[in-house]
């Protein structure tokens, strides 16, 4: 069974540019998470799908950030403009439901840098 | 304000020893709790889990024990392995519909040979 997909691995851009991330969750899994580790810290959680609807995107700062599970497959995870403590590593995971007795599994993230 | 702490950022164990690492919490709404295992340049993956009827849960040589009333659990590794160095995640998630993970910092256990 392929594991969840994430590209680019890496990206660097100048504060004030753009830049999407994309993951492909394990096929079948309705619930697709977005999470942010910033360096020393937990993984942080911007925002949860299921299936192509939005369940919690309480700490996902909306005024730069967006993301979106159009087909209820893959998704992609924006920043526009971003600035320098956006720097961190974006992890997707996925799981099979919406329940917290689910495993969630991860991809193996995108780490920006922002200079 | 950090619901769920791990207050030691490294550890350092004898191979063949036991290890343990410890997480607080302080939302009493959580009622599950898992250990994530990450590696350098992976994502994390799930390790074992407990949930909040139950004092203690074991896999293998993994053991994760729940103190609820001291919003406390702790993860033993038995016998600890070279394989185990790594950084370990405390998680919790709530009751809801939303389950989305709430992490510690981390905790890297180094196995010395």
């Known amino acids: 069974e392929a594991g969840v997909a994430q590209s680019p691995r890496y990206k660097i851009i100048e504060k004030r540019q753009s830049v999407a991330f994309w993951c492909n969750p394990i096929?079948?899994?309705?619930?697709l998470y977005w999470y942010q580790q910033i360096l020393g810290q937990g993984p942080k959680l911007l925002i949860q799908f299921q299936n192509n609807g939005v369940v919690d995107d309480s700490q996902l700062p909306k005024d730069r950030f967006s993301a979106e599970r159009l087909k209820g497959v893959d998704s992609t995870l924006k920043i526009q403009p971003a600035k320098l403590e956006d720097s961190a590593v974006y992890l997707c995971?996925?799981?099979?439901?919406?329940?917290?007795?689910?495993?969630?599994?991860f991809g193996p993230g995108t780490r920006l840098t922002v200079l | 304000d950090q619901q769920v702490k791990q207050n030691s950022p490294s550890l350092s164990v004898q191979e063949g020893r036991i290890s343990i690492l410890n997480c607080d919490y302080t939302?009493?709404?959580?009622?599950?709790f898992l250990w994530y295992k990450k590696y350098p340049a992976e994502g994390p993956t799930f390790l074992i889990s407990?949930?909040?009827?139950?004092d203690k849960n074991e896999d293998g040589r993994f053991t994760v024990f729940l103190n609820k009333s001291a919003k406390h659990l702790s993860l033993h590794i038995v016998p600890s392995q070279p394989g185990d160095s790594a950084v370990y995640f405390c998680?919790?998630?709530?009751?809801?519909?939303?389950?989305?993970?709430?992490f510690g910092k981390g905790t890297h256990l180094i196995i010395q040979p």
């Open positions: 407990i949930s909040s009827i139950k």
């Open positions: 096929s079948g899994h309705a619930t």
């Open positions: 995971a996925s799981s099979q439901d919406i329940s917290p007795y689910n495993e969630q599994f």
């Open positions: 998680a919790a998630s709530g009751g809801g519909g939303a389950d989305g993970l709430t």
């Open positions: 939302n009493s709404m959580f009622d599950y």
